[in-house]
């Protein structure tokens, strides 16, 4: 039974490019969620997909969006990068229908913004 | 709106000793409330959470958590710790918001742990 991957695990950019991250949730689990974690903090919701949709957004700029496809998969897109991005991105995974599941977290993509 | 308190960045403790790590929460609603684990180079991985069923939470690798009302906090020990348990440990608060539930993590406690 596979976990939740994320693809790449890590990325290099230089500022005021745009980057694509990817998640495949755990088999069986219909919702996305994608955290911020810079160095030395705890994970910060950026938001969260379900049915396709963003459902939840946490504090952060439009130029951090996302897609959810119909194989539940998801794609966090974040433009015109700033030196502050560079952070450990992770997407978590869970039912909708169990009330307040525990999130399943990938390893994380690791992004440097130079 | 809810947020976390995880008091010490750091916490040192010599291999076989008591295990205490320290979450105060604020919620507006009775709150669900996990703890996490995040090994070097990996995603969060729960430890144990808190629904309301009973105050003293038993999780994986010999990890508990007791709910604490009154004093709005969620500790989480174990009773002798080993080299493994070394990691970065994460205390979040869930409540609902907008139809689904979203946690809110704590800055994280590294603990470490001597031979």
């Known amino acids: 039974d596979a976990g939740v991957t994320q693809s790449p695990t890590h990325l290099i950019k230089t500022r005021g490019q745009q980057v694509t991250l990817r998640c495949s949730p755990k088999?069986?689990?219909?919702?996305v969620s994608w955290y911020q974690q810079a160095l030395g903090q705890g994970p910060q919701f950026i938001f969260q997909?379900?049915?396709?949709?963003?459902?939840q957004r946490g504090n952060f700029p439009d130029r951090f969006s996302g897609h959810q496809f119909p194989n539940y998969s998801s794609e966090l897109n974040v433009n015109a990068l700033l030196l502050g991005d560079s952070a450990l991105y992770l997407c978590?995974?869970?039912?909708?229908?169990?009330?307040?599941?525990?999130?399943?977290f990938g390893n994380g993509t690791r992004l440097t913004v130079t | 709106a809810q947020s976390v308190t995880q008091l010490g960045s750091h916490v040192s403790v010599s291999e076989g000793a008591l295990v205490l790590l320290r979450c105060n929460y604020s919620?507006?609603?009775?709150?669900?409330l996990f703890w996490y684990v995040q090994y070097p180079n990996q995603g969060l991985q729960l430890l144990l959470k808190?629904?309301?069923?009973?105050?003293l939470v038993k999780g994986i690798n010999g990890f508990e958590a007791e709910f604490k009302k009154s004093e709005t906090s969620f500790h989480l020990t174990k009773p002798s710790a080993h080299m493994s348990d070394a990691a970065e440990y994460f205390c979040?608060?869930?409540?609902?918001?907008?139809?689904?539930?979203?946690?809110?993590f704590g800055r994280g406690t590294s603990l470490i742990v001597h031979p």
């Open positions: 979040a608060v869930s409540q609902p918001s907008g139809g689904s539930y979203i946690p809110t």
């Open positions: 808190y629904t309301s069923a009973a105050t």
């Open positions: 919620s507006s609603v009775p709150p669900y």
């Open positions: 088999s069986g689990h219909d919702t």
């Open positions: 997909y379900y049915e396709e949709e963003e459902r």
């Open positions: 978590a995974s869970s039912l909708a229908e169990e009330y307040n599941s525990p999130l399943h």
